[in-house]
């Protein structure tokens, strides 16, 4: 790795910023550039933030647009610095890398093919802070740059215990003030303390271009901290636009369910009873009728805990799914 020179960055001994930017890029300059005006245009007047940009060996033209940047910034822009990694490493070693340099007391991991709407920052800050000494991974609500659709309000658990995205908006409970306490949220936006980041150890390099935002925020979690997606803050998302972006998502996925699986059980719980009891709804079964009763005691509150053929059942799918991850990866748990 080595730092650009750059005409922008933070004299020696200046004050530290409130803010560290940090985005990686690989490839995808067009959006990049998009991404970085969007960026510029929608902060705050007179916010206290750097700006720290990671080319994780890129092969287009991100290469010599870094070097001309760092020896002309653009007018407005904020303090930059600028890191190059030797050779491709991924999302986790290049954003590790970069918040190592950060100086800000809180961090915000961008995508650089995102694209910032007014008013996204503030609603991700006053969520953080509303939790308070609880935060963790706090994210937002990202809609598909193509069509519109929301692509991310936070994530939840399958019947087989996998995370997905929510991509349907929740209806806000009164007093929630737009913060919607979940399991984890998406690295492409997210919003964290640098100490935190620091006592959780960044990103798990073994991760590679994917769960490694998962992994951090089940980490937050057992470090008895709360993630939460912030309903205010809305971005634009060019899902998935980095070149080989999804080639490892199966390992990756499995080395997430080996670490945390139970975590991952106790989170598929009562979306399994949802979805049970909208399944029973449309067709009843008499022999159901007790999973049934007990389900839906278990969801109005009169209940504890859900049925015990919930955990069966959630087990024996994420069985079939470590049994193909096996056959696939040539691995055995």
């Known amino acids: 790795m080595r730092l650009l020179p750059c005409s922008s960055a933070p004299p020696p001994g200046a004050p530290p910023p409130r803010l560290s930017l940090i985005v990686p890029l690989y490839n995808c300059l067009g959006l990049t550039t998009a991404m ?3 960026l510029h245009a929608t902060l705050p007047p007179g916010i206290s933030a750097e700006l720290l940009l990671v080319d ?15 020896a002309r910034p653009p007018a407005g822009w904020l303090p930059l610095r600028i890191l190059v990694n030797e050779r491709n490493r991924g999302f986790a070693v290049s954003n590790n890398r ?3 340099l950060a100086r800000g007391e809180l961090l915000l991991l961008l995508n650089n093919d995102l694209v910032l709407l007014p008013g996204w920052l ?3 800050l006053a969520a953080h802070r509303r939790l308070g000494a609880r935060a963790g991974l706090v994210g937002n609500v990202q809609l598909d740059a193509a069509t519109g659709a929301v692509d991310h309000a936070g994530l939840e658990l399958t019947l087989s215990g996998k995370p997905v995205h929510t991509r349907v908006l929740p209806p806000e409970r009164a007093g929630s003030a737009g913060v919607g306490i979940v399991p984890a949220v998406t690295g492409a936006c997210v919003l964290l303390s640098r100490a935190l980041w620091e006592e959780l150890g960044g990103f798990d390099e073994g ?12 980490r937050a979690r057992a470090a008895g901290r709360v993630n939460a997606v912030a309903r205010h803050s809305v971005v634009r998302h060019h899902v998935s636009s980095s070149p080989g972006r999804k080639a490892r998502d199966e390992h990756n996925s499995r080395r997430l369910a080996l670490r945390w699986r139970e975590q991952l059980l106790a989170d598929s719980l009562e979306p399994w009873c949802r979805a049970h009891l909208a399944e029973a709804w449309v067709r009843p079964d008499q022999q159901e009728y007790l999973v049934t009763l007990r389900t839906a005691a278990f969801l109005a509150g009169l209940r ?10 959630v087990t024996r799918a994420m069985r079939r799914e470590f049994a193909r991850w096996d056959e696939l990866c040539g691995q055995s748990a």
Do not use: K, M, Q
Request: hydrophobic residues 35%; proline residues 13%; negative net charge.
């Open 122 to 124: 503030d609603p991700l």
């Open 98 to 100: 970069a918040a190592a």
């Open 36 to 38: 970085l005006a969007s």
């Open 56 to 70: 994780d060996g890129s092969t287009d033209g991100t290469p010599a647009w870094l070097e001309e940047i760092a």
């Open 304 to 313: 504890r805990t859900p049925p015990p053929e919930a955990p069966l059942r």
């Open 207 to 218: 991760y590679v271009n994917g769960g490694e935002d998962i992994d951090l925020g089940y």
